[in-house]
């Protein structure tokens, strides 16, 4: 099955014409017919065009760059000409639209790309679709999602991990190559976690975030969900660097990164932040990124222990940050800017009202009440100001860190995928999931999550006694590197996959 192959070895397939790109997109597509209805991670489907430029490239028959030909899916906030777009909330979608129908006929359609699909389609890579998101991105989970939840490739009961769940399940089902994700706190890290792919969120400012719907736009990352290092530094190389059109992005030269996974580990100073093991987390997550500094140590790396003595703060800052920067991001979907319409009213303010209750779900109408009070006159120095300066304080810790190591190695998340359901009537509880991944959000610096183990599932309470355990869960850790050091994080995460064979381990999803 060429869809089960990675970026690197279908490139070479293409090229040597073993492979055209027109099978493979097809593969990909029957992939897609074959194992979504049990995921539900691919909703806007874009097959038809997929298949035309992937003719159009075979007929060029130019395959030199790595991502000529190769069929992705994009997170369903990436604005993409003629495609569907819909953040995964009503709020985007007609209120008529029949949830079963993934048409789009009734949704959102932008009239250009972003930035980064549009530089994935000047170098002939192959858009399949969109994948289901938390509602505006916002979860940790993809419940939130108005299509409904995406399951996990290896336990259907377990949610595959937010926001970018549908790009972490695509990948790991072999649905397409690779996919693009979004990470304001972990989104891209925590499902790549959950799922057993690999996932890089950028220095803030890397990559561009024109044409992506926002959420907190002084933390949105844009990045790829992969099947190895190898291909995160192969798609980062084609989507990096300064954009005209997000005055955001840094103007470092982008390096090729896949040069960087030249370079051995000898003699790299790896920090385990002691902040991030703790107390409540699966002991199974921490022996196994115990078990990867061991093999860091085989490798010659050196393991030294390090403090960020503000990461206890940082839920606390990150939620009052993040909701501030909801609540103004969404106040364009009002029905006249953007959004849904519903019949008219007597009022503006009434119009206002029914666009937006009826549009936007519960976790986003919670964010952006919560940011309204942060911001407004009176609470403002109490919360949103004093969250501020706390960030800064988090973000001296990692710069700190730096001074004596060359990256970071923590766990992901604090356990492996839970059971769907588990945290929806509990925010608090889903909001310490991003307990590891969130902060690094805050400080602006790079991660790269890798699968380093499984888990054993604990049967669930509810099972009647014998009844068949659950199986294994994929177990991430992330290697976090300082501002503009995605080279050296790609450079340990290679080293550990060549070391290490746990991300060739894929469920059993049948063929
Ligand atoms: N779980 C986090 C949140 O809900 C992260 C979301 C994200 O990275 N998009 O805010």
Known sequence: ????????????????????????????????????????????????????????????????HPLAGIPYLAKDVFCEEGVPTTACSNMLRNPAADPSDRGGARDFVPPFDSTTTKRLKAQS????????????????????????????????????????????????????????????????????????????KVTYGRTSRYGVLSMASSLDSIGALTKTVEDAAIVLGSIAGRDPLDATTGDEPVPDYTQALKKDVKGLKIGLPKEYFIKGMDPQVESAVREAAKVFTSLGAKIVDVSLPHSPYAIATYYVLVPSEVSSNMARYDGVRFGHTVPERDSLIEYYERVRSSGFGDEVKRRIMIGTYALSAGYYDAYYRQAQRVRTLIKHDFEKAFEQVDCLLSPVAPTPAFKIGAHTGDPVQMYLEDIFTAPVNLAGIPGLSIPCGFAKAKPSSEAPKGAKEDGLLPIGMQLLGPQWGEEVILRAGHAYEQATDWYTRKPSLGN
Request: with cysteine; proline share 1%.
């Open 1 to 64: 099955m060429s869809s089960s192959l990675t970026i690197a070895q279908a490139h070479e397939r293409l090229k040597s014409k073993s492979l055209s790109a027109v099978e493979l997109a097809q593969a990909c597509i029957e992939r897609i017919e074959s194992v979504d209805k049990t995921l539900n991670a691919v909703m806007h489907r874009n097959f038809d065009r997929a298949l035309e430029e992937a003719k159009k490239t075979d007929k060029q028959g130019k395959f030199d």
């Open 125 to 200: 890579a192959v858009s399949l679709g969109k994948t289901n998101t938390d509602e505006f991105t916002m979860g940790a989970s993809t419940e939130t999602s108005c299509f409904g939840v995406t399951r996990n490739p290896w336990d259907s009961s377990r949610v595959a991990g937010g926001s970018s769940g549908g790009s972490a399940a695509a990948v790991r089902a072999d649905e397409c190559l690779f996919a693009l994700g979004t990470d304001t706190g972990g989104s891209i890290r925590q499902p790549a976690s959950f799922c057993g792919c690999v996932g890089l």
